[in-house]
């Protein structure tokens, strides 16, 4: 562990006292198990995927999927359309959509809502490259992507060992009790939006992580803000489950029943799977839908436009990415004549 970050709690001692564990997620916004997932279970998913990912050209021909050895030339992140092409292909593997049903992880999510549960349709897999730091998730709150409400639930899980250095999962304990959803900025790294911690005095900005194992599990309120630590190693590629659970009744948004890639649509994800009864589940479940808030990445895509014309670099290679990832879109086209603008139209 580094001297920066402090040791997630344990909380494998209260794993049957429902009471317990509701206190203690109420008062530090998450819980962490050791060993609540089957290392197993866990060990035939991540051959499967890093398989996948093997083919799609991120590891190394020739050496064992298992071992996670990635090509550094193929550096890509989520947004650019290389990233999408080869996580579009694990995004379709039945297994993985089936790891967030597993009763270990859905039993402990009742214990911790109290209330039936559902899984949110939109599984997510996370695969980040080495020497790639720059892309690194940013600071921030679950709820500004996923919303739905407050008390939806974060899985996440690494698939396959995880210390500090390939890049895990950090949160900031009692974050969760600012009750509201702060103020997020324009950033690089997944969805593309950052909190700043030292704008809100009412927050100690003291982190917690770990040296995660395989089967280790965490969970945390969509207000707990968190983020990911930089893979600084120097070969290998980190794979984890980013999943969500709300209680039955409570609402979800409706871009959490789609596929968490926007270029797949459902039949496509299950056309070569053996079995049917995860298929479209949500449906027979009575969930009020709301609309997606767009606000945030609306000010997010405003903020890298006046930053780009400042010459921010990091705003500059969001619009270039937005603008070869969706020609003739609404926000291809302002990219583009941001770009034009500022005249920096080259391709990365």
Known sequence: MSDEL????????????????????????YLFFKQLQSSDKLGALRREMMT???????????????????????????????????????????????????????????????????????????????????HTTPTHQDFVHFQGNFDTLTCWTSVG???????????????????????????????????????HKELDPVWHSIDYEIGDTLFFPALTIHKAL??????????????????????????MLGPHLSTLQWEAVYHDWESDDLKYYWKQIDNPVVPMDESFSKQGF??????????????????????????GSSDGDAAQAVLEEIGNQSTR
Not at 105 to 132: C, D, L, N, Q
């Open 302 to 327: 405003s903020e890298a436009v006046e930053l780009a014309r400042a010459g921010n670099e990091h705003a500059i290679f969001w619009l270039k990415r937005t603008f070869e990832n969706n020609p």
């Open 52 to 134: 996948t990912i093997q083919r799609a050209g991120w590891l190394v021909a020739g050496t064992d999927p298992m071992d996670g050895i990635a090509d550094v030339s193929k550096q890509c992140t989520e947004g650019d359309n290389a990233y999408n092409a080869g996580y579009g292909e694990v995004y379709k593997l039945e297994a993985f959509h089936r790891s967030a049903h597993w009763p270990e992880v859905t039993s402990m999510v009742e214990k911790i809502m109290g209330r039936p549960i559902m899984p949110h349709p939109m599984k997510i897999a996370r695969i980040w490259f080495p020497k790639y730091t720059e």
């Open 161 to 199: 060992d995880c210390p500090v250095e390939l890049g895990g999962l950090a949160v900031i304990p009692g974050s969760h009790k600012v009750n509201r959803v702060l103020e997020h900025h324009f950033s690089l790294g997944a969805g593309g939006l950052a909190v700043d911690t030292e704008a």
């Open 230 to 255: 930089p893979n600084y190693t120097e070969d290998k590629l980190r794979l984890s489950l980013d999943n969500r659970y709300h209680a039955v009744s409570d609402s979800i948004a409706e871009h």
């Open 6 to 29: 402090k040791a997630l709690r344990v909380s494998n001692d209260a794993m049957d006292d429902r009471a317990e564990l509701q206190r203690r997620m109420a008062d530090e916004g």
